[in-house]
């Protein structure tokens, strides 16, 4: 009797243990979701003279609401207040440093049929702002995008001298002499890339915010050549406005239609202030192609 009790327990533990095993082998595994990819987040920063202080405001918007920058990339204006901003300098103290700057900082006349103003004060500027440091020792990756003067190359400068990447980026022809970096001599990046938005990628963001302050003056001032300079270098790279624009996740387009091409250095707080309204406005967007992304 205790053997067949013993047999008929036996039975019943195997029968149990099987059907337990059966259930686990049977049941569906619980689907997890894939891992989003790390967003890199680049912003490049579009040329147009002293209207580029709107990208202050833009900054100053990102960093409020959390918005991390791992890339920046600048062209003319836009290299002016990116490698600033790239080599640690605060939105805040961006736009201390924007009250008190004064076109005579960065504009050092001289006779010259390439350009009446050579660009070594701009450069000096910059290296003096950025505490000489080297592009490549800045927190943030920086990249200033220039014009290969004679072919017509986009350049982009990731290393170096900052100084000199900036005043390369920023050479207006027939205002600036061009910049000489090597044995190549370099003109403004608008011509290839006003907002520099290749470049970008090129350093690796698979997210870009492209600011553009290129728009038409919603009336001709009275800055006589610079005016019409501007307008023309705006027309000459509409083409190339386009095609990096087409590649931008998110476009902040601040209006600064009424800001002139240089008087906008007596409407600073206007221009950051634009800057911000846009940035703002753009926060949905921005947030909607986050989205996708891990975002740290």
Do not use: W
Not at 15 to 25: N, P, Q, R, V
Not at 130 to 157: D, H, L, S
Not at 281 to 292: C, D, H, T, Y
């Amino acid at each position: 009797m205790k053997f067949t009790a013993l047999l008929r327990n036996s039975v019943l533990i195997i029968t149990t243990l099987a059907t337990i095993t059966a259930c686990k082998s049977t049941a569906p595994a619980t689907p997890t979701a894939p891992a989003k990819p790390r967003a890199i987040i680049g912003l490049a920063l579009g040329g147009g003279v002293s209207k580029g202080f709107a990208h202050i405001g833009v900054i100053k918007v990102l960093q409020e609401n959390h918005i991390p920058v791992h890339i920046v990339t600048g062209t003319s204006a836009g290299a002016l207040v990116g490698s600033m901003y790239a080599s640690g300098m605060s939105p805040d103290r961006l736009e201390l440093e924007a009250e008190i700057l004064n076109k005579s900082d960065l504009v050092d006349p001289v006779l010259s049929t390439s350009g009446f103003i050579k660009g070594q004060k701009l450069q000096d500027y910059i290296n003096t702002k950025v505490r000489n440091k080297q592009i490549q020792q800045f927190p943030i990756r920086f990249g200033a995008v220039a014009t290969e003067f004679g072919t017509g190359r986009m350049a982009v400068f990731t290393s170096g001298n900052a100084g000199q990447a900036v005043r390369a980026s920023a050479s207006i022809p027939n205002i600036f002499q061009p910049a000489v970096i090597g044995n190549k001599r370099f003109v403004d990046g608008g011509l290839v890339a006003p907002v520099p938005v290749s470049a970008a990628k090129q350093l690796g963001a698979n997210v870009v915010i492209a600011v553009d302050i290129s728009a038409k003056p919603a009336r001709l001032t009275s800055e006589g050549f610079f005016s019409y300079l501007d307008q023309s270098l705006n027309i000459m790279s509409a083409s190339a406005l386009s095609s990096e624009l087409g590649k931008a996740q998110v476009v902040i387009r601040p209006q600064v239609q009424k800001l002139g091409a240089v008087g906008g250095f007596d409407q600073k707080t206007q221009a950051i202030q634009l800057g911000e309204q846009a940035a703002r406005a753009a926060l949905p967007q921005i947030r909607a192609a986050l989205s996708k992304y891990q975002v740290n």
